[in-house]
Each structure stands twice: as structure tokens, then as C-alpha cells.
């Protein structure tokens, strides 16, 4: 689980702060000493004019480290201390002529004007690392809100960020999904702890979506600022910020702290606008397989119907008019059409059940022999006048799959076979081992309900899917075969595959409602495997189910070994 991340706060006060503080002012008292040190060492050798430039260069030097404040205390400490030191007559603060008065003014005014000047420039250094700083800031929020699967689990984030901006506890609410008509406050998330009156100002700010307070233009009399987490035309949350900040009403400090609200208030909308869209598809779906549902019940569960209800009508109203083989094949009629109806019942529940999220198999070791025996006995109870025959290649490993699903898979792929199969030609179902091949392999192995791409993949990808190889369940039959086009079309659940190969026979009518082939791909993909279709070099088509195998666990020892 991804850790919440959030804007990182400006630095405050640190001992490193406090020890370059110290640093500063040691080095304005070594430079004001050096220059003392100077003007004493030059005192008699130079003019007085020469050593006023001394304490000029001083000054200018402390004034890099020092206030402005306590840099104008200094410099008139300076002067006062020139005066009494070096200037006509010494020893008091007296001046003998007129320019020397105007040299220690002068000397005075220099001074101040180069410490505003320094502390003009440290000044504006300052307020470009500050914007330095911000700007960073928000970059890295924003990048950190960009891709976040739960925005909502960053406001806490925001919260600790605001409440740094604003010197004083900050406090969110943050919409769970719609606006409320009122004050629910369970329709929030809230941080932090704010009072009534707080409270009752964090919603007015999300409805109106404005800021409040001190410099907004609304309600400036208020003492905290309450900033709105914007959308795109919409209010999605509200902040609350007290301290020094807001009531000294900073306007930089008020931009910014919109600037971090907003892309909180954008994630949030397009975290909604997503999860909006994706109702939308899945009721649209849902209504879409509702409608296709609806009408293949409507057509092929109607038709069996109406003929078992018109055989069984014969049956009791002229079961005396009739001879024993009429009777006898009406009862065929109604047994066939109860099987169909069946059959399309298991692969509708099938089909559901495989399309759901976490479906969970019933896997065990099973032999590739009983399962394609138990296909071929009821195929023959089916249709016992087919010719439907099979080969399972000696050696075959075990397939760890779930027995009742590849038996509906085989039944389903054997019945469509029969299907399309004219009475005098064969279905056959072989079974055999394909080892990983340096040529690629047609299995795109897609996640079950995912749609197959149609590329191939590379034998370092099947190596590395099935290591041991796969199993290949295949159920050839002789019919026409399947246009190009609906090779894939025909696994989509509900499509019959109308089109034949170009040049043969016309396909028979087809009773099925087309879930057949969509629930057989679903099962082999459920196990990890593919079901695709191949055109056979003589006509017909090849349904081949590709199953990974899996090495065996070695058989437990017997008792007594």
C-alpha cells in the first residue's frame, strides 16, 4: 500500500538556524574590531578624512551580517565612538570645525544607507528562496497528486502543509462524493479541530466556493483565511488557516495556500469523473448483456419449449391414436430438446460464473484419458449414429485442472463439432504434449473476460508461461469451416458465426444462443491457458485448448517404507 505522501513543509526554526545567527553577529563584531584595529593603527599617519573611509568599509562589511535595526545602532555607536575617539578635540563628543561636523553626518547617513541597501538585498535573496521553495513545493505535490489512486488519503498532507503556511492549526473537510443539501457531516472527511463557528465557516466556504477573510474581499473581518479546494467548475472541499498569516492578511501567503488546495480539489474531481465513467460502462454493459440475455432466452429457450410442450400435448391428447414408435419419438423429441435446454442453462450460469471477479477452481490432478472417456460416452449418448473417435498421446502428463469445467469444455466443443460435421464425416478429439518451441506461439494468454489480442507471443514468453510445455485438447470436426473474419468473433458470447469459408457449403442453422465457445475460451483461460481456433488444411476447423503443464508433486510413500 502506497504511503500517503504530502507538500513538503518550509524549514522553521533549527539549532543550525540559531548557531549561523550566532555566526553572523560574530563576524560584524570581528569586522567592526578590524576596523577599529585599523583606524587605531593608522591614527596620526593618516588624515581624518582616510579614517573615516575606514569606518565607512566597516560598516559596509557588518551591515552583511547584521539587522537593519541593529545595524543603524551600530553605525550611530560608531560614528559617536569616532567623534569621541578621533575627531578635534578628543575625548568628548565636541567638533572644533564646521567640516567635521558634516564628515561625521555624512559618515552616519553613508552608513544607514548601506545597511537599508544590505538589508534591501538580503531581503529580496530571501523572498526568491521562499519562491524557490514554494515552487518546488507545488511541483512536487502536484506530481505527488498526479497519479494517486486515492487523493483523499493525501489531505492530511495538505493539512500539515497549510497549517505550516499559516503559523496556527489548519483544519479540511473534504466531499466523500456529492454535495449534501445540508451540513452533513457525514458526508465529509474531516481534519483537524475547529469549532463551531469554524466548522459552520469550512461549509459556507465549500458551497460558495471563495475564499474568506482578511484580504479576500469577503468577510475580511473574520481572523483565519478559509480557502476552497477547487475543481473545474466545482467546490470539492474547503481549508481553514489561523496564525501570524493570516492575520497579518499575507496575500502571497493566501495565493499559496490556494495553489496547494487546487490540485488536491482536481485530483478529487478527476478521481470522481473516473469512478462516474466507470458506473456508466458497467451499467451500460450490464444493460447490454440484460438485452442480449433477454433476446437469446426470448428465441432459444422459447423454441425447445414450444416443441416439448407440442409433443408432450400430442402424447396426452392421442397417446391412443398412436403407435408405439410415434410415441417413442415424440418422447426422443422432448428428451433432446430437455438436454439443449440444459446444456444452454449450464453454459449461461458457466459463463456468469467465470466472468465474476476471484473465481476460484476446484484443481486437482486429473488424467488426460478419463477426462477425454467421459467426453466420448457422452457425445455417443447424444448422437451414438456420429463417428466421433479420439487419441490421447501415450506419456501425457497429468493436467492439474478443474475436471468439471474442461468436461463441460470438451462436451461443448464436441456438440458444436456434431453440429456443423455433414452425417458422414468424423469428429475427432486428440490430445497431445507441445514443448516449448523457438518459433512463436499463437497464445496471447489473456486474464479471463479479457479479450484476446490477436499477436503472438515470442517462445521466451511461452517458456516462460509454461516451462514444461502445454497440453493441447483439440476437437476437429469436417464442416464448412469459419470465415477469416469471425475466427475471433465467434468466442465473443452471443455470436453464432454465420459466414463460412469462401467456397464452402453454407452453414447449417444453428439452435445455439452462442455462449458455447464464449464459456469454453473462459474456462481454458481460467486456467491459465487459451482456446483459439485453427482452419484444418481440408476443410473444417480445429478448436484447440491449450492448457500449461505443471510438474506433479511426487507420489507420498507408502505405509511402512
Given at each position: 500500500m502506497p504511503t500517503p505522501q504530502h507538500p513538503p513543509t518550509p524549514p522553521g526554526p533549527t539549532p543550525q538556524a540559531a548557531r549561523g545567527l550566532r555566526w553572523r553577529l560574530l563576524l560584524a563584531a570581528l569586522s567592526w574590531a578590524a576596523g577599529w584595529a585599523a583606524m587605531a593603527a593608522l591614527d596620526g599617519r593618516v588624515d581624518l578624512a582616510n579614517l573615516a573611509m575606514l569606518l565607512?568599509?566597516?560598516?559596509?562589511?557588518?551591515?552583511?551580517?547584521?539587522?537593519?535595526?541593529?545595524?543603524?545602532?551600530?553605525?550611530?555607536?560608531?560614528?559617536?565612538?569616532?567623534?569621541?575617539?578621533?575627531?578635534?578635540?578628543?575625548?568628548?563628543?565636541?567638533?572644533?570645525?564646521?567640516?567635521?561636523?558634516?564628515?561625521?553626518?555624512?559618515?552616519?547617513?553613508?552608513?544607514?544607507?548601506?545597511?537599508?541597501l544590505m538589508a534591501a538585498q538580503r531581503h529580496q535573496a530571501q523572498q526568491a528562496q521562499a519562491h524557490a521553495w514554494q515552487a518546488r513545493q507545488l511541483r512536487q505535490w502536484s506530481e505527488t497528486l498526479r497519479d494517486a489512486a486515492d487523493p483523499l488519503a493525501h489531505a492530511g498532507g495538505l493539512q500539515a502543509a497549510l497549517a505550516a503556511l499559516?503559523?496556527?492549526?489548519?483544519?479540511?473537510?473534504?466531499?466523500?462524493?456529492?454535495?449534501?443539501?445540508?451540513?452533513?457531516?457525514?458526508?465529509?472527511?474531516?481534519?483537524?479541530?475547529?469549532?463551531?463557528?469554524?466548522?459552520?465557516?469550512?461549509?459556507?466556504?465549500?458551497?460558495?466556493?471563495?475564499?474568506?477573510?482578511?484580504?479576500?474581499?469577503?468577510?475580511?473581518?473574520?481572523?483565519?483565511?478559509?480557502?476552497?479546494?477547487?475543481?473545474?467548475?466545482?467546490?470539492?472541499?474547503a481549508a481553514l488557516l489561523t496564525g501570524p498569516a493570516p492575520a497579518r492578511g499575507d496575500l502571497a501567503s493566501l495565493a499559496h495556500a490556494q495553489a496547494l488546495c487546487d490540485p488536491l480539489g482536481l485530483a478529487l474531481q478527476r478521481q470522481q469523473a473516473a469512478l462516474d465513467a466507470q458506473r456508466a460502462r458497467d451499467a451500460a454493459q450490464a444493460q447490454g448483456v440484460r438485452n442480449a440475455l433477454l433476446a437469446a432466452i426470448s428465441?432459444?429457450?422459447?423454441?425447445?419449449?414450444?416443441?416439448?410442450?407440442?409433443?408432450?400435448s400430442s402424447l396426452e391428447s392421442q397417446a391412443e391414436r398412436l403407435d408405439p414408435a410415434q410415441r417413442q419419438a415424440l418422447a426422443r423429441r422432448i428428451v433432446s430438446e430437455v438436454g439443449q435446454l440444459s446444456r444452454l442453462t449450464d453454459n449461461t450460469l458457466q459463463l456468469a460464473r467465470l466472468d465474476a471477479p476471484g473465481v476460484a477452481l476446484r484443481c486437482d490432478w486429473e488424467s488426460a484419458e478419463e477426462l477425454v472417456g467421459a467426453a466420448l460416452r457422452h457425445a455417443r449418448e447424444r448422437d451414438a449414429a456420429r463417428r466421433t473417435r479420439a487419441r490421447v498421446e501415450p506419456g501425457l502428463p497429468l493436467l492439474w485442472c478443474d475436471a468439471l469445467l474442461m468436461s463441460q469444455l470438451l462436451d461443448n466443443l464436441i456438440d458444436n463439432a456434431l453440429k456443423h460435421t455433414p452425417p458422414e464425416g468424423a469428429v475427432e478429439l486428440l490430445v497431445r504434449r507441445q514443448l516449448p518451441q523457438p518459433q512463436p506461439l499463437p497464445l496471447p494468454l489473456p486474464l479471463p473476460g479479457q479479450r484476446a489480442a490477436n499477436v503472438?507471443?515470442?517462445?521466451?514468453?511461452?517458456?516462460?508461461?509454461?516451462?514444461?510445455?502445454?497440453?493441447?485438447?483439440?476437437?476437429?470436426?469436417?464442416?464448412?469451416?469459419?470465415?477469416?473474419?469471425?475466427?475471433?468473433?465467434?468466442?465473443?458470447?452471443?455470436?453464432?458465426?454465420?459466414?463460412?469459408?469462401?467456397?464452402a457449403p453454407a452453414p447449417l442453422p444453428s439452435r445455439g444462443a452462442g455462449v458455447g465457445l464464449a464459456v469454453c475460451r473462459a474456462i481454458a483461460r481460467a486456467h491459465g491457458g487459451e482456446l483459439r481456433l485453427r482452419a484444418r488444411g481440408h476443410g473444417g476447423s480445429s478448436f484447440e485448448c491449450w492448457l500449461p503443464l505443471r510438474e506433479a508433486p511426487a507420489p507420498a510413500p507408502e505405509a511402512g517404507e
Open positions: 565607512v568599509l566597516a560598516s559596509a562589511v557588518a551591515s552583511l551580517w547584521l539587522p537593519v535595526w541593529l545595524a543603524a545602532a551600530a553605525d550611530a555607536l560608531a560614528v559617536a565612538g569616532f567623534n569621541w575617539q578621533f575627531v578635534p578635540p578628543r575625548g568628548s563628543f565636541a567638533v572644533d570645525l564646521h567640516q567635521h561636523a558634516l564628515l561625521l553626518g555624512a559618515m552616519l547617513a553613508v552608513n544607514c544607507i548601506i545597511a537599508a499559516g503559523g496556527g492549526p489548519a483544519a479540511l473537510i473534504v466531499l466523500r462524493d456529492g454535495l449534501p443539501p445540508g451540513n452533513d457531516e457525514q458526508a465529509v472527511l474531516g481534519l483537524g479541530e475547529p469549532d463551531a463557528d469554524q466548522r459552520a465557516g469550512l461549509w459556507h466556504c465549500l458551497r460558495q466556493g471563495q475564499a474568506m477573510g482578511p484580504g479576500t474581499g469577503r468577510h475580511g473581518e473574520l481572523p483565519a483565511w478559509y480557502v476552497p479546494l477547487r475543481g473545474r467548475g466545482r467546490c470539492l472541499g428465441h432459444d429457450y422459447r423454441t425447445p419449449l414450444a416443441t416439448m410442450l407440442g409433443a408432450a503472438d507471443i515470442d517462445a521466451a514468453t511461452a517458456a516462460a508461461q509454461a516451462p514444461l510445455g502445454w497440453a493441447v485438447l483439440a476437437v476437429r470436426d469436417r464442416g464448412p469451416g469459419v470465415a477469416p473474419a469471425w475466427r475471433e468473433r465467434i468466442f465473443e458470447v452471443f455470436q453464432r458465426g454465420a459466414e463460412a469459408m469462401p467456397g
